[in-house]
């Protein structure tokens, strides 16, 4: 499985990004596919997964304002990131998990500085 993220860029504080995610291969009967976040100096950290029901987990910080969806088919994931702040500054991994183990996408930067 290969994964590609796409969407990061330079934003102000306030302002939104939308980070995209597209699996190539058998994923199906994937268990959940989602993002991490890894600043600087810092260890990647849980940002947001959806599971197969459609149910999603956020982390503290971020709840409110980024939301996490994905197509029907399961192939492919965004996260609408709003409201951005410094704090969010960080090279954004989407993943996936199955049976076989996590796969992880190559990262994409979201820089949010004025």
């Known amino acids: 499985v290969q994964l590609q993220a796409s969407g990061g860029g330079l934003v102000q504080p306030g302002g939104f990004l939308r980070l995209s995610c597209t699996a190539s291969?058998?994923?199906?009967?994937?268990?959940?596919m989602g993002w991490y976040r890894q600043a600087p100096g810092s260890q990647r950290a849980f940002v947001a997964a959806?599971?197969?029901?459609?149910?999603?987990n956020y982390r503290d910080s971020v709840t409110g304002r980024f939301t996490i969806g994905g197509d029907n088919a399961g192939h492919s994931i965004y996260l609408q990131m709003n409201n951005l702040k410094p704090e969010d500054t960080a090279v954004y991994y989407c993943y996936v998990d199955q049976r076989t183990g996590r796969s992880w996408g190559q990262g994409t930067l979201v820089t949010v500085s004025s």
């Open positions: 959806m599971y197969p029901d459609r149910s999603t």
């Open positions: 291969g058998n994923i199906l009967g994937h268990e959940g």
